[in-house]
């Protein structure tokens, strides 16, 4: 398992939203340039970059965020936030990103993305399903910025893109989402039981190393954390053996 960095972009800047709440948002006072180069130096191979404003209003906002990151080349890039047409998609890949990562528009218009998945091939297609557990603990699927909530179960989502190939799933638990309560290991122990073929990200309150190793033992391929790499709260030696270039 790898840990894969995350930058969160709204208004060009480096932000993170609390169970994303775009109204209880921490700034941090780095650039995006700026912790490229941290995660770079720390031995990241992947960077996850999400755009908020494209997320909630369904339009990139930081394109040329985004083109500095992908010249920079040291980095791959899977971006987020705002993907819903193709000549966005295109334009995203071209400027050198590795993966795109569909959210709403999966749910939405599901067979667009399988169309997406089948040019674009299963490696260039990172689908990210948001979910909050219902009473009975059902994952269903949270939309648009996590503004709407979707009776549509984790599961059914999952299984709708396997014809088509679909390999990698960033999955977040947004009730966990920033709140460095630790993840959700029981949705993903239960996710790569159900579909092991899935190389599973893990997103959503990962505090420490030891999480790491849980998720990892649980059989998720990534785990993605922005806060608690942000605010420093890794020891980088203890973060060797899920960084691929340390």
């Not at 679909?166 to 947004?174: G, R």
């Amino acid at each position: 398992m790898q840990l894969i960095p995350a930058i969160d972009l709204r208004g060009g800047r480096c932000v993170r939203l609390f169970q994303g709440n775009f109204a209880a948002e921490t700034c941090y006072d780095v650039t995006p340039e700026g912790l490229y180069e941290r995660f770079t130096a720390l031995g990241a191979a992947w960077l996850h970059v999400v755009d908020l404003d494209g997320a909630r209003d369904g339009a990139q906002a930081h394109l040329a965020v985004i083109d500095e990151l992908a010249r920079r080349g040291r980095l791959n890039l899977q971006v987020g936030g705002g993907l819903r047409a193709r000549p966005t998609v295109e334009r995203t890949l071209g400027c050198g990103v590795a993966r795109i990562v569909i959210g709403s528009l999966a749910i939405s218009d599901p067979d667009v993305v399988l169309a997406w998945l089948r040019k674009y091939g299963p490696e260039a297609v990172v689908l990210a399903f948001d979910v909050r557990l219902d009473a009975q603990g059902t994952p269903r699927i949270a939309t648009h910025g996590w503004a709407e909530q979707s009776p549509v179960v984790l599961w059914d989502a999952v299984a709708r893109f396997l014809k088509a190939g679909l390999k990698h799933v960033l999955c977040t638990d947004v009730d966990r989402d920033g709140l460095l309560a630790g993840p959700n290991f029981d949705l993903y122990i239960e996710a790569v039981r159900r579909f092991p073929g899935i190389e599973w990200q893990a997103s959503g309150g990962v505090r420490d190393v030891a999480d790491l190793w849980a998720l990892a033992d649980g059989g998720a391929s990534a785990a993605v954390s922005g806060r608690a790499l942000l605010e420093e709260r890794f020891v980088p030696k203890e973060l060797k053996p899920f960084l691929p270039a340390a």
